[in-house]
């Protein structure tokens, strides 16, 4: 079942964080801006919506400069990245990836951060969209067309780095929530990343980004997602979410804000830069639950 958004502020504007398959069908050739967030085997993918733009998670759009993947590239990298997309302030992006609900998140959260709020995640992605029986291009995402005029306006504690992850979990006030599976935090499942320590960071809460979907791979409804971060954030209200590599912390970001919380952030490094060889705390076992 979709999410249901509040009704939509302007005519050009989006709903809501998250939107429909015929919420965007109804908008084809309208101006609205797509973008496929598709990662690892799913990139470049032979299938996208009518039209739509790469945000490339895995090239162009993540800082390679850094040591850990998909580091949030700094404003003025952002900026012209965007703009030789076609990107302009006054445009409606949707954000979508091949797996339904996954890294899409992440852009989303991206352009979020930069000051851009005109955009939202398509819910079930590019699987919900082919499944309702709409158009599908049998080409890669594509863009070849005129500049935008972007601008970043980054928006200071959207995305957080360790030293700011170390002072949430000392914080009684404050809940970090790490997304990966229940075996990875627990440490008795292998990192995908060599050179990482098992387990998670103490005091952190296991909420795996999956739990906040459906069976059908749409994001669960409000009063779900509300209830499943409140089992394990109880009544603290401002969120720190972390991951592997800061992707699917994005999903837990979504769900959250579509439930309503709103001091939310994202540990950009997640486990990839927590989990190397240092002497930052790492924890093992446990089911994550407070």
Do not use: N
Not at 156 to 166: K, N
């Amino acid at each position: 079942m979709s999410a249901p958004t509040p009704p939509e502020s302007s005519l050009s504007g989006v709903p809501g964080p998250v939107v429909g398959a015929d919420w965007v069908a109804g908008r084809l050739g309208a101006g609205l801006v797509l973008f496929d967030a598709s990662v690892g085997s799913k990139r470049g993918g032979a299938a996208r919506l009518p039209g739509a733009r790469p945000f490339d998670l895995d090239g162009e759009l993540s800082d390679h400069s850094s040591p850990v993947p998909h580091t949030m590239p700094g404003a003025e990298r952002f900026t012209e990245a965007l703009r030789a997309l076609g990107v302009s302030d006054t445009d409606t992006v949707v954000v979508y990836d091949a797996q339904g609900v996954y890294s899409s998140a992440r852009a989303w959260w991206m352009l979020r951060a930069m000051g851009f709020d005109r955009v939202a995640v398509l819910d079930g992605g590019l699987p919900a969209w082919a499944a309702a029986g709409h158009p599908v291009e049998a080409v890669p995402a594509a863009y070849d067309g005129p500049r935008g005029t972007f601008t970043a306006r980054p928006r200071p504690g959207l995305i957080v780095d360790a030293d700011t992850v170390a002072e949430a979990l000392a914080d009684p006030g404050a809940a970090v929530l790490d997304a990966r599976t229940r075996e990875r935090y627990a440490g008795t499942a292998p990192e995908p990343r060599p050179g990482l320590r098992g387990g998670h960071m103490p005091g952190s809460v296991s909420l795996p980004f999956g739990e906040l979907l459906g069976d059908d791979g749409h994001l669960a409804p409000p009063d779900a997602l509300r209830k499943a971060l409140k089992a394990v954030a109880g009544d603290r209200e401002r969120l720190y979410f972390s991951c592997g590599s800061g992707v699917t912390a994005c999903v837990l970001a979504l769900g959250a804000t579509v439930a309503g919380y709103c001091e939310l952030a994202v540990y950009d490094g997640s486990w990839s830069e927590w989990g190397l060889p240092s002497e930052r705390p790492v924890a093992t076992g446990g089911s994550g639950s407070p």
